[in-house]
């Protein structure tokens, strides 16, 4: 037994750990550290791609847009990112538009953007990183990629679970 057993789940904040079911206060901590880990590495890649002045928001919305090569409206990208304030993903959008590594057009009467030769080179170069620094390492630790999809759509269920309380919360 590790002395770390005995203390219990390793959380941020003992009194959220103290009902009835303290391992999500323990997964909470996890999604916390994971999220500023991961936004870290996404600043950190694109730099390293030749992009340095976005943020964690501008390297999110390039790469949905860039998925699958077609335009996206603004309604589209914040659904499938799950972003409720949709200034948050405009004011990216604009950004990167006036870094030119998207464009806009029209679909009928709505904005579309779509990316950009320049903005596909970076996603491109973002990847080729990606793939060097990122998957090569977690490959090595040998963690069962089947595995590592069950979290992935555990994660995505649990995330319905905090967007129905947000929306009870909402309600008090």
Same mark, same amino acid.
């Given at each position: 037994?590790? &002395?770390?057993?005995?203390?219990?789940?390793? @959380?941020? #904040?003992?009194?959220?750990?103290?009902?009835? /079911?303290?391992?999500?206060?323990?997964?909470?901590?996890?999604?916390?550290?994971?999220?500023?880990?991961?936004?870290?590495? /996404?600043? $950190?890649?694109?730099?390293?791609?030749?992009? &340095?002045?976005?943020? &964690? /928001? %501008? @390297?999110?919305?390039?790469?949905? @847009?860039?998925?699958? +090569?077609?335009?996206? $409206?603004?309604?589209?990208?914040?659904?499938?990112?799950?972003?409720? %304030?949709?200034?948050?993903?405009? *004011? #990216?959008?604009?950004?990167?538009?006036?870094?030119?590594?998207?464009?806009?057009?029209?679909? +009928?009467?709505?904005?579309?953007?779509?990316?950009?030769?320049?903005?596909? %080179?970076?996603?491109?170069? *973002?990847?080729?990183?990606?793939?060097? !620094?990122?998957?090569?390492?977690? !490959?090595?630790?040998? @963690?069962?990629?089947? $595995?590592?999809?069950?979290?992935?759509?555990?994660?995505?269920?649990?995330? +319905?679970?905090?967007?129905?309380?947000? $929306?009870?919360a909402a309600s008090l």
């Amino acid at each position: 037994m590790l &002395p770390s057993d005995d203390l219990g789940p390793i @959380v941020s #904040s003992g009194h959220l750990a103290s009902g009835a /079911m303290p391992a999500l206060s323990e997964f909470e901590f996890a999604l916390t550290m994971t999220v500023h880990a991961f936004q870290r590495w /996404m600043l $950190r890649c694109m730099t390293a791609a030749g992009i &340095p002045e976005l943020t &964690p /928001m %501008d @390297v999110l919305v390039l790469h949905n @847009v860039n998925h699958r +090569g077609k335009a996206k $409206r603004l309604a589209d990208i914040c659904l499938v990112l799950n972003i409720e %304030d949709t200034h948050l993903v405009n *004011y #990216s959008l604009k950004k990167l538009e006036r870094l030119k590594l998207l464009k806009s057009g029209r679909k +009928g009467k709505e904005k579309t953007v779509a990316i950009t030769p320049a903005g596909e %080179d970076a996603c491109k170069r *973002y990847a080729q990183i990606r793939e060097q !620094l990122l998957v090569k390492s977690v !490959l090595a630790t040998g @963690v069962d990629p089947a $595995r590592l999809s069950e979290i992935a759509a555990a994660m995505r269920s649990l995330s +319905g679970q905090y967007d129905q309380a947000a $929306r009870a919360a909402a309600s008090l």
